[in-house]
Nanobody, 126 residues
Framework: QVQLVESGGGLVQPGGSLKLSCAASGFRLGYFAIGWFRQAPGKEREGVSC????????DYVDSVKGRFTISKDNAKNTVYLQMNSLKPEDTAVYYC???????????????????WGQGTQVTVSS
């Protein structure tokens, strides 16, 4: 059974850091692109970052560039999102998902991703 499980969320003060994990089961990383998305209350789900687990290429949306780093450990079948210099506007539920079309990152249209995890809450507040 294909499954993604996110973890690592929590409450952090502005300027703090968190590292999210996206553990995959039922398939092997190394052939797909994995995207991180987030959804704040009352807002649409938005893409944050993506990594090609085959090629290692990465992508970030402008709002997180220079603060977030996506990485992978194919041996552990896990993708990570290191989040530094967190801001209150980063508060959201964070999800990971598998991009269905091809092994490269190319946009953040939610319908192009599958096997969404249950999400992990990130709250940035003083």
């Amino acid at each position: 059974q294909v499954q993604l499980v996110e973890s690592g969320g929590g409450l952090v003060q502005p300027g703090g850091s968190l590292k999210l994990s996206c553990a995959a089961s039922g398939f092997r990383l190394g052939y797909f692109a994995i995207g991180w998305f987030r959804q704040a209350p009352g807002k649409e789900r938005e893409g944050v970052s993506c990594i090609s687990t085959q090629h290692g290429s990465t992508d970030y949306v402008d709002s997180v560039k220079g603060r977030f780093t996506i990485s992978k450990d194919n041996a552990k079948n896990t993708v990570y999102l290191q989040m530094n210099s967190l801001k209150p506007e980063d508060t959201a539920v964070y999800y990971c998902a598998v991009r269905r079309m091809g092994s490269y990152c190319s946009g953040y249209v939610p319908d192009e991703y599958s096997y969404w995890g249950q999400g992990t809450q990130v709250t940035v507040s003083s």
